[in-house]
């Protein structure tokens, strides 16, 4: 490109002169240099070098997957998702700075300057920490002004006043009117007192009465500013600081002193209930010798919150990870009398007072504590919402809690459990209500995703079609449980008193049909150990245990009231245990008897009261019952409960699950024998 004439006295850079040069085609320097070019050097036409390539910046990340898929169940195959999260973290640094303006940076310096104060001599009083904007007093001596009590620091009052920003002028400015000429009233603090003659105006009398006022206003916020100067004394400005250290430490104070207070009242408690204490670590009940296979239950702590006493455990739950905590569901199965229910978290240490305490709006149907994450409670309540607790959250609500816009039930919630973690790590859970519908929630950011798995229905197959054409074939689904190692096979019962096989891949049939009970389903538990074996029980007073493969039950076992709940053991895979409304607990092992409970015990003072639920410790050899007046009692198996296989000679007592399905196999196998020998 040769220069421009209009710049030819302009200097020339050194990079733009030899752009120059190389333009015009020449091969040395002026000056002697040889212009070196790379053997490998590309060669571009005059076109090529014009040409302007235009690149476009996105926020997008050029590593995300772009090719992930999720399963609908709707349309029953793997789609493609567009959303997926494109930020990457290069780099995290959580700082300490706080904003000076704050009232934690006001009571960080209150803090630092106390020390200092009582080291110097008292020559002035600092200013009051709550009006930082007022500046120090000032001394006159010898007609010089000095500042005292103000220190030269960056975050000293003196430097905030110097940094203060400039005060906006009053938009009613008389200097803007066109009719001004000479003499400008001053709007400065120190003001003239008496205004201007009259002839300095020009405009009418109104203007005047308005600059006259405008003068007495100033000069009221003049007197009011000099009283807000004067100075505290000495013992106002300590009783202040006291004021501002006392906020700050009292947080830390409350935390500290709560932890130590709660480790005291269980060192109480323990010492109040040391016999109870001593029975649950040591005492084992020799008389079990004696009782020909027969076991008992020996009573230890009793959890009951004044506040919950009219309301009936709905829910019990144990934590995997601390297995001395236990979440009790409080609500109500009269729904004539629904209103408030509770959350509450009692611990084996401490028996007197629950651990939290979460009230809520509706009833309490049925929870579930995360198995990893300890931290998360999953609750179903009567009003047909699902809510997630985090413990480690301060605060009395959910973090997260369906609406009627995300997918809530239109009915109670009966049953709900966590599931493995989605693709994307995001937690999950299913539940199963009385409107039909069995729900899976994701939890993602902020909010609860819901996805339809299976609608139930009466005739058999899920329906389909609007939801007015489904209404007359819902089947009310009351309890479900999912398969311990097969993650897409579940149970689920209905209160038509049928028992369905479904899966997560088949969303619109049954893979099995049980004409299971002749009342409500109460409770469906799959087998710890054994994959094809599951219990069930009913209000039609009946408990049966079934294998998935076959349609009629494996065993019947009859009682004289309706049962309310039953659970397996988690040592063995022949025991488990049942609660009847007349407040008896039964306790079967099929290893030892197939027909007879091994022991049977009220459990109940008054005999109005009602047994709710029941729940095994996954460690400790107890379980906790909870009746229809917010108590929950906690009872230890006796040895002929929670017995072993024998040990052959010179050999240790087989454990493990390899064990427990044997045995189990043998148990089937014993009752398969009559069947074929009738065939």
Not at 14 to 35: N, S, V
Not at 396 to 409: D, F, M, Q, R, W
Request: charged share 25%; with cysteine.
């Amino acid at each position: 490109m040769p220069r421009s004439n209009n710049n030819a006295g302009a200097p020339v850079r050194k990079d733009e002169e030899e752009d120059l040069y190389m333009a015009e085609g020449l091969d040395e320097w002026p000056h002697g240099k040889t212009l070196m070019k790379p053997a490998d050097q590309l060669e571009l036409t005059e076109a090529e070098l014009k040409e302007e390539i235009t690149r476009i910046l996105t926020a997008n990340n050029p590593h995300a997957p772009q090719n992930i898929v999720r399963y609908s169940f709707k349309e029953r195959s793997y789609r493609p998702t567009t959303i997926v999260d494109q930020m990457a973290v290069h780099f995290v640094l959580e700082g300490s700075l706080v904003h000076q303006d704050s009232d934690e940076a006001r009571r960080l310096k209150a803090k630092e300057s106390l020390p200092e104060e009582t080291e110097k001599v008292d020559i002035g009083a600092e200013p009051d920490e709550e009006n930082p904007e007022i500046p120090a007093t000032p001394v006159e001596d010898g007609g010089e002004v000095e500042e005292v009590g103000v220190e030269d620091r960056p975050d000293s009052v003196a430097s905030k006043t110097d940094k203060q920003e400039p005060k906006l002028t009053n938009q009613f400015n008389f200097s803007e009117r066109a009719s001004q000429t000479l003499n400008n009233p001053l709007r400065e603090r120190s003001c003239q007192t008496e205004p201007p003659p009259r002839s300095t105006f020009s405009g009418t009398a109104n203007q005047w009465e308005i600059y006259i006022a405008y003068v007495e206003e100033l000069q009221k916020q003049e007197k009011n500013k000099e009283k807000q100067k004067a100075v505290p004394s000495k013992k106002d400005n300590d009783q202040s600081k006291k004021k501002m250290m006392l906020m700050e430490t009292q947080t830390d104070d409350i935390t500290k002193v709560g932890k130590a207070s709660k480790i005291f009242e269980r060192m109480v408690n323990q010492n109040i209930f040391d016999d109870i204490a001593q029975d649950f670590k040591y005492f084992e009940d020799a008389s079990d010798e004696f009782r020909d296979q027969e076991g008992t239950l020996l009573p230890l702590w009793k959890f009951q919150y004044d506040k919950a006493k009219r309301l009936s455990v709905t829910a019990l739950c144990w934590n995997n990870k601390y297995q001395d905590l236990f979440a009790v569901g409080m609500g109500s199965y009269d729904f004539s009398k629904q209103g408030r229910g509770m959350l509450v978290f009692y611990s084996l240490k401490n028996s007197a007072f629950p651990e939290y305490i979460y009230p809520t709006n509706s009833g309490v149907l049925c929870l579930d504590i995360h198995e990893q994450h300890s931290s998360l409670v999953v609750v179903g309540f009567y009003d047909g919402s699902v809510a997630v607790y985090n413990l480690k959250e301060k605060g009395l609500e959910p973090v997260y809690k369906s609406t009627a816009k995300t997918g809530k039930h239109t009915d109670p919630v009966w049953q709900v459990r966590w599931q493995k973690d989605d693709m994307d790590n995001n937690h999950n859970f299913c539940s199963v209500s009385s409107d039909g519908r069995v729900v899976s929630w994701t939890l993602i950011k902020n909010e609860l995703v819901f996805t339809d798995i299976i609608r139930l229905s009466l005739n058999g197959a899920v329906s389909e079609g609007p939801e007015s054409a489904q209404q007359p074939s819902i089947a009310c689904g009351t309890s479900f449980d999912f398969h311990k190692q097969i993650d897409y096979l579940f149970l689920v019962g209905t209160e038509d008193g049928k028992i369905h096989k479904c899966s997560k891949t088949y969303s619109s049939q049954f893979l099995e049909t049980y004409d299971a009970h002749s009342m409500a389903v109460d409770t469906v538990k799959w087998n710890h150990f054994h994959p094809k074996i599951f219990i069930s029980c009913s209000s039609d007073w009946t408990v049966k245990i079934w294998d998935h493969t076959i349609n009629t039950p494996l065993l019947t076992f009859d009682f004289i009231a309706a049962v309310e709940d039953v659970a397996w053991a988690p040592y063995s895979s022949t025991v488990f245990a049942a609660v009847i409304t007349d407040g008896t607990v039964h306790v079967f092992d099929l290893n030892v008897n197939k027909y007879e409970a091994i022991c049977q015990q009220p459990v109940v003072a008054q005999k109005k009261t009602r047994l709710t639920h029941i729940e095994f410790n996954p460690i400790y050899p107890i379980i906790i019952v909870g009746n229809d007046r917010g108590c929950v009692t906690s009872f230890k198996l006796s040895p002929n409960l929670r017995k072993n296989p024998k040990a052959k000679k010179g050999q240790e007592v087989p454990k493990g699950p390899e064990v427990e399905v044997a045995k189990m196999e043998k148990l089937l196998s014993l009752l398969r024998e009559p069947e074929q020998s009738a065939g």
